[in-house]
């Protein structure tokens, strides 16, 4: 049995990912750069992202710069914009809540995900939550899952992190944590064989908790 879940954000409790990407792939398409997508999945994994395709187009660091800002522009219009809601995930966590305490561990900044919780019902359930700006090394690296850890002062046994990328995945087996893998058709090609289980659906932890 898990007393304590940690969710990751993009993906698993918000369609966000692709619209991230597209934000980036429109930044780069400005300047004449194509983003291609399986590459950008493939250095997502290792903690990259958009800007390694761009540094081997031979773009400098500061025009990176500038980009970044036109990225983040495009991907609240569209957090404003596209329907960003997964089905079940709000009937989920309410069951969910009487059984285990949680918490959210993303690498989205604190300005994008104020803009994606306005007026949505998923933070009421959490008891903190840990944005970008909260810890120094991003996943892969174990230290988001960590600090939540510490966070909570909860064991690595009885916690169960819940992710979506074999990013994320590398970051909770880093950390010691099991973790279930749900299913998302953005990062249906990667490596998930350390997942501890693999779910379609939210609604499918509370036998994983309670077990």
């Not at 399986?38 to 250095?43: G, M």
């Not at 404003?80 to 561990?105: D, K, N, T, W, Y």
């Not at 690498?107 to 995900?113: L, P, V």
């Amino acid at each position: 049995m898990k007393s304590h879940v940690l969710f990751d954000h993009d993906g698993v409790l918000v369609d966000t990912e692709l619209w991230y990407f597209k934000a980036g792939e429109r930044a780069l398409a400005d300047i004449g750069v194509t983003l291609d997508r399986e590459r950008y999945l493939r250095d997502m994994s290792d903690g990259l992202g958009t800007w390694a395709q761009a540094r081997a187009a031979g773009v400098g660091e500061r025009t990176i710069d500038r980009l970044r800002r036109v990225r983040d522009d495009y991907y609240q219009a569209y957090l404003r914009s596209e329907p960003i809601e997964i089905e079940g995930v709000v009937e989920a966590l309410e069951e969910l809540s009487s059984h285990v305490r949680m918490a959210i561990v993303t690498t989205s900044k604190r300005s994008d995900f104020e803009l994606i919780h306005a007026g949505r019902q998923i933070t009421r359930f959490m008891d903190f939550v840990l944005v970008r700006e909260d810890y120094e090394r991003a996943k892969p690296h174990p230290e988001p899952y960590l600090t939540a850890l510490g966070r909570f002062g909860a064991s690595k046994e009885e916690t169960l992190v819940v992710e979506d990328s074999a990013r994320g995945l590398r970051s909770a087996v880093a950390a010691g944590i099991d973790c279930a893998v749900v299913r998302s058709d953005f990062t249906r090609t990667q490596d998930f064989s350390q997942a501890t289980h693999r779910i379609d659906a939210l609604g499918e932890l509370k036998r994983i908790v309670v077990a």
